[in-house]
């Protein structure tokens, strides 16, 4: 005996409880299957110098395109991201005003994000840098810590924030754990995008305008509530504001007109459309200079102006990380993740499916986390991918991910050459660029018509997303949409209820012998269908659907199998089973008080011996197809399930068949826990013989009629090269012939069942 199963048998352990029991009179070379062990799994696990070598090579993709690159894409690389730096220069310092921080530190933000992205980027098409949505939740970070200490520099505040950021969102993506973005919805996302473009947009409504004396930290109806209180108190700044935000409209609007006009042309026009920004931007710098030349300040300009920008990197260096920031920040480094993922892993991967390419959620993260983590050094505060900026890269043709070097290059160039000319740059023309670019993330109302058509309890959490973020905070709505997303799935997963399934002859249509596209036999082919006994998946009406056999049933786990939805499926099993078949032992109390009170007999004045035509409960098929995964609780429930119906038809034994299972450690939690195998002691090698031999006989292809169990109708087994998930093979049964009780399909666990409660019928069983 083994050290191992002294220990076991010492602290009580029964290792051979369920050990297999394999018949002795099996046949020749009969195939007998091993369930999953401890050392393949630590195989599987365990890391090999191959499988470390191919980890490192994955976190610089680059790699692998680098020494393909040529002067074709190079030529587009460079027009793309130089187009996207004429855009990133003035929606960066724009944005770095939601963030309550001075313009520069959004052109810091965006030079990082450009020139670390290409090394770590598996989308050609994304933007890491400033994003209107991430500004403005650091500035609402900022004003909240400024409320308990305005002492604290924003800058730090913010430098702090990406530095945090950065490291969790590297360790998530290091760790390959960038699946955990698949659990934020299109809903949640959509949702939230939408409540942030409506805040954002409101709040700049007032420095588009020139109103002062609007408190734009208010919720956003609030905010536009007294926006429209204060609309008397319009300044000049209106004038160059709104004409900003509808000249950005009307240059959109004109291009698309011509482009539908004039088709060979649209790349003309799509470049005019895409530099509309700058050229608004550099017009009405030059409207504000010629009406505020010769000042000294900003505070002499006739309308609020940016006034000056530093020149260079003048914060560069270690960001300060004091201990009383971080415990001030510490409550909105989720929000912060949130965003930083949600953003930019929802835009990489739409432009991914749209130009057909698939991004790597984990080495994203990494791009961004490295970008986050390394950018306050030089300044920049949390930075993500940007909807508007790789819509416009994609379009201008760019090929690889090097595009972001040559927009660095831009900003670079704007940071050194172009700052005395930002001093001129009107405050209002910045906020109607930033109306103009956060709108476009708004929901279009088909999308949302979509989302009704599609499933009614979306659109419900879309607009209880919508409605936080207006009536509270945007942050507010991130919790709402994510946390309503995951109560939903969990509630469906939870009340995921099984179908019964029944069986219904199909005949194919003959094909045509004079087609010569077409192969195959002219003969009708039958076959055994299952769909759900009652119609509920939209199946005809009239289609004959009937139980396998009295006492069999067909059961399928819609929605998975595990702990949150095990009851369900085994108390709507149990229900079914009471109602659809009777006790085998009808008589066994002789007392009237004998009988358990949920069995409480006949009532009064009613014949107790009335016979009972209903069938024995003979077999459990369960249809493990839907299944990937089985926790311990659910087995507890299948044991549960086991043991009561097997009292409820004792003394017959009732089978549990299993189909459809994809996975050796369901195999293994199954048998370690009785199942596939005869449970009671008997005659097991009948059984077994008869699954191999039963299937054997079909794919030989016997024609000997049959009759059918339920309608008495003469049927034909098909052929073999019709039959579908034979359990036998040219080198034998396909699975272990130790292993009876599971069968590659359903047709055949349904069979075997069958065929063993035909037997025992036979055998003379009640």
Not at 124 to 139: H, L, N, P, Q, R
Request: charged share 15%; with cysteine; proline share 5%.
């Amino acid at each position: 005996m083994s050290i191992t199963r002294k220990l076991a048998k010492a602290v009580g352990i029964d290792v051979d409880a369920h050990k297999d029991r394999i018949p002795s009179d099996l046949p020749a070379g009969a195939y007998i299957e091993r369930p999953a062990g401890t050392k393949e799994f630590l195989a599987d696990h365990t890391p090999t110098p191959g499988g470390i070598g191919r980890y490192f090579l994955s976190l610089f993709p680059f790699l692998t395109w680098i020494h393909h690159y040529n002067l074709i894409w190079l030529m587009g690389d460079l027009i793309a991201g130089i187009t996207v730096g004429f855009v990133v220069v003035p929606q960066g310092m724009a944005y770095a005003l939601l963030a309550n921080l001075t313009p520069e530190y959004g052109l810091y933000t965006s030079f990082v994000g450009f020139l670390l992205y290409w090394a770590f980027a598996t989308s050609k098409d994304i933007t890491i840098g400033t994003v209107a949505v991430m500004s403005t939740i650091v500035g609402n970070i900022v004003n909240k810590v400024h409320d308990v200490d305005d002492s604290i520099p924003a800058e730090e505040i913010a430098r702090s924030l990406a530095l945090i950021s950065g490291a969790i969102l590297l360790f998530i993506g290091l760790t390959r754990l960038g699946f955990i973005v698949e659990l934020i919805p299109l809903v949640a996302i959509t949702s939230f995008m939408t409540g942030a473009a409506i805040s954002i947009a409101s709040g700049q409504v007032p420095a588009m305008m020139g109103i002062k004396g609007v408190n734009t930290r208010d919720s956003t109806y609030l905010v536009i509530i007294n926006t429209l209180k204060h609309l008397p108190d319009t300044k000049l700044d209106a004038a160059m504001g709104l004409t900003a935000l509808v000249m950005l409209y009307a240059i959109r609007i004109f291009c698309n007109i011509m482009s539908k006009r004039y088709p060979n042309q649209q790349k003309t026009w799509f470049f005019i459309s895409t530099l509309r920004m700058v050229f608004v931007i550099l017009l009405y710098t030059l409207i504000s200079w010629l009406a505020n030349r010769g000042i000294k300040s900003s505070k002499e300009a006739k309308f609020a102006i940016l006034g000056t920008v530093p020149s260079g990197f003048k914060h560069a260096g270690a960001p300060k990380m004091r201990t009383h920031t971080l415990s001030l920040i510490a409550s909105e480094i989720p929000t912060t993740v949130i965003v930083l993922i949600i953003e930019h892993i929802a835009i990489s991967k739409s432009f991914g499916r749209v130009n057909n390419y698939i991004i790597n959620p984990s080495q994203e993260l990494v791009a961004v986390g490295f970008t986050n983590l390394l950018g306050p050094f030089l300044g920049g505060y949390p930075a993500t991918g940007s909807f508007s900026r790789t819509a416009i890269k994609a379009k201008a043709g760019v090929r690889t991910p090097l595009a972001g070097v040559f927009t660095a290059v831009i900003v670079l160039l704007a940071l050194y050459a172009l700052t005395s000319v930002f001093f001129y740059i009107p405050k209002s023309s910045l906020s109607g660029l930033i109306i103009h670019a956060v709108l476009d993330l708004i929901t279009p109302p088909e999308t949302v018509y979509q989302y009704w058509k599609t499933s009614p309890i979306e659109f419900i959490v879309f607009f209880a997303g919508v409605l936080v973020s207006i009536f509270t905070t945007i942050e507010n709505g991130i919790y709402v949409t994510v946390g309503l997303a995951a109560a939903v799935l969990l509630w469906q997963i939870a009340r995921a209820h099984g179908t019964f399934l029944g069986q219904v002859r199909t005949i194919e249509a003959p094909l045509k012998k004079s087609d010569p596209d077409i192969k195959g036999s002219s003969d009708d082919i039958v076959r055994d269908a299952f769909a759900p006994l009652d119609h509920s998946d939209g199946v005809n009406k009239e289609a004959p659907i009937h139980s396998p056999y009295p006492g069999v049933f067909v059961y399928r786990f819609d929605g998975g199998f595990n702990y949150l939805n095990s009851a369900l499926h085994f108390d709507t099993l149990s229900l079914e089973v009471h109602e659809q078949t009777r006790q085998t032992e009808t008589n066994k109390y002789e007392k009237k008080g004998d009988r358990p009170w949920n069995d409480p007999g006949p009532r009064r004045g009613k014949d107790s011996d009335a016979p009972d035509t209903r069938p024995i409960l003979r077999s459990i098929v369960l249809d493990f197809s839907p299944v990937s995964f089985v926790d311990s609780t659910a087995l507890q429930a299948l044991i549960d399930a086991r043991n009561q119906l097997a009292r409820y038809a004792s003394p017959e034994e009732v089978e549990w068949h299993f189909a459809n299972i994809t996975d050796r450690w369901i195999k293994r939690a199954l048998v370690a826990n009785g199942f596939g195998f005869p449970h009671e002691d008997g005659d097991q090698s009948y059984n077994v013989t008869l699954n191999i031999a039963a299937v054997s006989e079909v794919n030989r292809g016997s024609r000997n009629e049959k009759t059918d169990l339920e309608t008495g109708n003469e049927i034909t087994p098909l052929e073999p090269s019709r039959s579908s998930g034979s359990e036998v093979t040219a080198a034998g049964t396909l699975y272990g012939a130790n292993w009876p009780y599971f069968h590659a399909d359903l047709r055949t666990a349904v069979k075997n069942a069958v065929d063993n409660a035909v037997r025992k019928n036979k055998a003379g069983s009640l």
